[in-house]
């Protein structure tokens, strides 16, 4: 059972937009930085947001991320065959002084 | 090129042990908060522990307080994990992992808690 709460799968056709959720507590969203990362099958996994909402170099502006309290989302638009992949969030919690991820969410591109 | 490199996975029994590392290149190491993060096979990541820029902090995720222990090099740019009493369900690739900072309205260093930066990971397999 992980800390993060993700729903396990999302799909939705190519071009149009998902979202993505993130649940959590006082003890880690609430209070600190949430990333996401996106892993594609059998690779290592690739930061995509971080600092909530900044994306790095090189992420394109289809990807983005939001924070309200306890919660945090990943918005994807424009659809491709090429997102299909598990998507994690993370970020720190300062109860357990440790680093927790959400369970990953499957992203079918139908 | 940033690059991270992890090696010493491999088979070992039920209550062994194993010493992974990881080797950096293409940025400043000791700028750098460093961690490990887990990914048993068919499931979700998961943080193992991390490291400060000198060594002088370490977390653990609960599981593997007290048997597995973090540690750096900064000269040689390599990151550890000396991985004792291992279980079945320390079977996992184990990823290396860089920290990403920023400097605060004070200059002070503060962790974004990200990590921008990822080895291909090394495959730990526990079982008898």
């Known amino acids: 059972q992980s800390v993060l709460t993700q729903p396990p799968s999302v799909s939705a056709a190519p071009g149009q937009k998902v979202t993505i959720s993130c649940s959590g507590s006082s003890s880690n969203i609430e209070n600190n930085f949430v990333s996401w990362y996106q892993q594609l099958p059998g690779t290592a996994p690739k930061l995509l947001i971080y600092d909530n909402n900044k994306r790095p170099s090189g992420i394109p502006d289809r990807f983005s991320g939001s924070k309200s309290g306890t919660s945090a989302s990943l918005g994807i638009t424009g659809l491709q065959t090429g997102d299909e992949a598990d998507y994690y969030c993370?970020?720190?919690?300062?109860?357990?002084?440790?680093?927790?991820f959400g369970g990953g969410t499957k992203l079918t591109v139908l | 090129e940033v690059q991270l490199v992890e090696s010493g996975g491999g088979l070992v029994q039920p209550g062994g042990s194993l010493r992974l590392s990881c080797a950096a290149s293409g940025f400043t190491f000791n700028n750098h908060w460093m961690s490990w993060v887990r990914q048993a096979p068919g499931k979700g990541l998961e943080w193992v522990a991390n490291i400060k820029q000198d060594g002088g902090e370490k977390f653990y995720v609960d599981s593997v307080k007290g048997r597995f222990t973090i540690s750096r090099d900064n000269p040689k740019k390599s990151l550890f994990l000396q991985m004792n009493s291992l279980r079945a369900e320390d079977t996992a690739v184990y990823y290396c992992?860089?920290?990403?900072?920023?400097?605060?309205?004070?200059?002070?260093?503060?962790?974004?808690?990200?990590?921008?930066?990822w080895g291909q990971g090394t495959v730990v397999t526990v079982s008898s």
């Open positions: 992992a860089r920290d990403t900072y920023y400097f605060d309205f004070s200059g002070q260093y503060r962790r974004n808690d990200a990590f921008d930066i």
């Open positions: 993370g970020t720190w919690d300062g109860s357990l002084s440790a680093g927790v």
